[in-house]
């Protein structure tokens, strides 16, 4: 079955940095889709970035444009998220998505989420 386990969350500062990773499994990698997309607390799932199977794209929320770099890894069946700048705004949970024939920002379209990694930004 499809298993997405997103790890590399933690605490950093402000104007930090970290790196996340999503391992995944049960399904050809190389042929879907990849996500990473995030919850603040008391608020709606909000789509990060997104990145076709082939590596192009890729694409980013105008919330981290510039800051976030998705990439992936289709030898290694592994899709990564480098966060630098990091801003409070950024705390929230993150989850990585696969799905087929989705939108890519659309995240409701999307079949398969990990359990989602913590981030927390905070002096």
């Not at 899709?79 to 990585?96: I, S, V």
Request: charged share 15%.
């Amino acid at each position: 079955q499809v298993e997405l386990v997103e790890s590399g969350g933690g605490l950093a500062q402000p104007g930090g940095s970290l790196r996340l990773s999503c391992a995944a499994s049960g399904f050809t990698f190389s042929n879907y889709v990849m996500s990473w997309a995030r919850q603040a607390p008391g608020k709606g799932v909000e789509w990060v970035s997104g990145i076709y199977s082939d590596g192009s794209g890729p694409y980013y929320a105008d919330s981290v444009k510039g800051r976030f770099t998705i990439s992936r890894d289709n030898a290694k069946n592994t899709l990564y998220l480098q966060m630098n700048n990091l801003k409070p705004e950024d705390t929230a949970l993150y989850y990585c998505l696969t799905g087929v024939g989705v939108s890519l920002r659309q995240v409701h379209e999307y079949d398969y989420w990990g359990q989602g990694t913590q981030v927390t930004v905070s002096s």
